[in-house]
């Protein structure tokens, strides 16, 4: 039914000035999908997941195994290599097939772990590759929205009012139950809960504990269940170490991972032109969101997740150096979101359960940084655009703007 088109045009602007393109994103966000939807528009083409015993003994029988694919046009095959960076000189093998064989192929490596990690200069990589994500499903692909990113940001603040009571019904979706394919797909609240509950501790105990040398895996599990209940606010590693009675250290690095295998994100603050801007704590969000059980808290990570898909993705195709951030000062006024581009602020974002007046944080930060700025709500089937000096600011139910998303 979901094709993800979205990022398949991703692919296809990718694939076309470069012969390797690596796929990453949370385990079961949909990438072996993806692929295999990618490779029906191939006249060849051959899969290899090395989670399976018998594609994992063909590689290591015959570096080149893919040169049997059976050839049913002129045109390059695609071999999707699956997993491939669990294979421990797995770096060294696709420098190898790229040199040799990149006039030829066409590859899509894809993966659960971080393999941008390995996007450094000097690496035995670099240069040989673009990068995209695969993204559990957001409002925007959902809705089949074709904006583009030029007309998104010479005009931040359009929205409408059509198809209101059906982006609301897609966005509590979302919320009941996340944008993961299998249980959002299901339709049932009950099987989101038995796909949750296993979700974390097989990631944990299978992916993290093989590719790492983390050996406390029930403590590390705790942390994660524990960060349900700290979405919202900056997170403080002191206060999760008293709390779980391990060193600093070991929950900083148990949280790198976390992000390292997409079980989460962060966002840092933004402070290049607020001096008084100085709070450094991360927030931290989850991408499996119907796990935060205060409305309020999950209403925000939602939003910073369609916002974290929407930067990302910029990125990926290539449309700018853009991100995201939050900003707080040291009265403790906060704007939950701000979207930078080439290190400048464009747009303040705020999430605000009901409240249909524009915040003064909201005001305040926007006078200061003179962008446009959007307080979105989680009711209402329209929306209002105030005054705050030079800039507008527009109040607007979240599934109404968030659609618009390109």
Not at 148 to 160: H, K, N, Q, R, Y
Request: proline share 4%; hydrophobic share 40%; aromatic share 14%.
């Amino acid at each position: 039914m979901w094709r993800r088109e979205k990022y398949k045009k991703i692919w296809d602007e990718l694939a076309a000035d470069k012969a390797m393109v690596f796929l990453a994103g949370p385990r079961q966000s949909g990438k072996t999908t993806l692929a295999k939807c990618i490779a029906d528009e191939y006249a060849s083409s051959l899969y290899f997941n090395w989670d399976i015993l018998s594609h994992r003994d063909r590689l290591i029988k015959n570096s080149t195994f893919f040169e049997e694919v059976e050839r049913k046009a002129a045109d390059r095959p695609l071999i999707i290599l699956d997993e491939i960076h669990k294979y421990r000189d797995w770096k060294n093998y696709l420098k190898g097939v790229y040199d040799q064989f990149y006039q030829s192929y066409q590859f899509l490596v894809s993966g659960s772990g971080r393999l941008d990690l390995y996007q450094k200069g000097g690496d035995s990589l670099a240069g040989r590759y673009f990068m995209f994500h695969l993204w559990p499903f957001t409002l925007s692909e959902l809705v089949g929205n074709n904006a583009t990113v030029d007309s998104f940001l010479a005009a931040p603040l359009e929205t409408g009012t059509d198809r209101s009571p059906e982006l609301k019904q897609l966005w509590d979706g979302l919320a009941e139950l996340s944008g993961f394919p299998e249980p959002y797909l299901s339709g049932k609240s009950t099987t989101w809960r038995r796909w949750s509950n296993s979700y974390a501790q097989q990631l944990i105990r299978e992916d993290i504990r093989e590719l790492t040398d983390v050996k406390s895996a029930t403590t590390m599990e705790t942390l994660y269940h524990l960060l349900a209940s700290r979405i919202g606010s900056p997170v403080s590693i002191p206060s999760l170490s008293r709390d779980l009675q391990v060193s600093y250290n070991s929950v900083q690095n148990w949280l790198t991972i976390f992000e390292r295998f997409f079980m989460l994100f962060s966002i840092i603050p933004w402070s290049n032109r607020i001096a008084r801007a100085i709070q450094k704590e991360r927030k931290l969000y989850l991408f499996d969101v119907p796990r935060i059980m205060d409305r309020a808290a999950r209403f925000e990570n939602m939003v910073a997740l369609e916002l974290w898909r929407a930067v990302t993705a910029w990125n990926d195709v290539g449309y700018g150096n853009f991100s995201l951030h939050f900003i707080k000062n040291k009265e403790q006024q906060e704007v939950d979101f701000l979207l930078a581009r080439d290190n400048e602020p464009f747009l303040l974002v705020e999430a605000k359960m009901s409240d249909m007046q524009p915040s003064a944080a909201l005001r305040k930060f926007q006078q200061a940084l003179e962008v446009p700025a959007v307080q979105l709500v989680n009711e209402g089937e329209g929306y209002r655009l105030f005054t705050n000096g030079d800039q507008k600011i527009l109040v607007v139910p979240a599934w109404l703007w968030l659609a618009g998303l390109p």
